[in-house]
C-alpha cells in the first residue's frame, strides 16, 4: 500500500501495544522514583535530577541554558526550579565568568550532601523498577533504541 502524502499512518496493535506501555510504565516508574525520593529525602526527582547534572559537570556548575535542555525543561520552568532549590540552599546561580549574559546554576555543599544521600535509593529503585527486570541483551537494545530516539529529536531540534 502507497503512503499518500498527508495521509496519517495508523499504528497497528502491536505498535500501539509498545507506545501504550512504554507510555505508562514511563509514567509509573518516574512517580515511583519520585516517591521513593520524596520519602526518604523529601528531595523530587525532577530535583534530584537538576543535582546530578550539575554534580557531573565541570566545578559542578553549568549554565542554565545547558542544564534545561540536558533536563528537557524549558528555561523558565527551570529558573523557578533552580530558584526553589536556591532558598533551600541546595544550588546557587551566578553570572557566567565567560559570558556575563550568562547565568550559572552551581551545586553547594548541601546539594552535594543531599545527593550523596539519596543517590543510593534512587539507584536501588532504578535497579528493582527497570534494570533487574531486563536481560544484559535488553539493555543493551534499549540503549540503542533511546539513543537512536535521542539522536532523531536532536536532529529534530537543529
Known amino acids: 500500500m502507497t503512503q499518500v502524502p498527508g495521509e496519517v499512518r495508523w ?7 509498545a507506545w501504550r506501555s512504554y507510555i505508562v510504565s514511563t ?3 518516574r512517580q515511583c522514583l519520585h516517591r ?3 520519602e526518604s529525602h523529601d528531595v523530587s526527582l525532577i530535583d534530584y535530577e537538576v543535582l546530578v547534572c550539575l554534580s557531573q559537570a565541570p566545578d559542578n556548575r553549568m549554565r542554565m541554558t545547558e542544564l534545561a535542555t540536558m533536563l528537557g525543561s524549558t528555561k523558565s520552568r527551570l529558573s523557578h526550579q ?8 541546595y544550588v546557587r546561580r551566578g553570572k557566567d565568568p565567560d559570558d556575563r549574559r550568562g547565568v550559572m546554576a552551581e551545586l553547594t555543599k ?20 527497570l534494570i533487574d527486570l531486563m536481560s544484559t541483551e535488553e539493555q543493551v537494545t534499549m540503549g540503542k533504541v ?6 532523531h529529536l536532536a536532529e529534530q531540534e537543529d
Open 36 to 38: 521513593e525520593l520524596v
Open 11 to 17: 499504528l497497528s496493535d502491536t505498535e500501539m501495544a
Open 82 to 89: 533552580v530558584g526553589r532549590m536556591e532558598v533551600a540552599g
Open 27 to 29: 509514567l509509573r516508574l
Open 110 to 129: 548541601a546539594g552535594e550532601e543531599l545527593l550523596e544521600g539519596a543517590a543510593p535509593t534512587h539507584v536501588r529503585g532504578v535497579r528493582a523498577h
Open 146 to 151: 533511546f539513543n537512536r530516539v535521542l539522536t
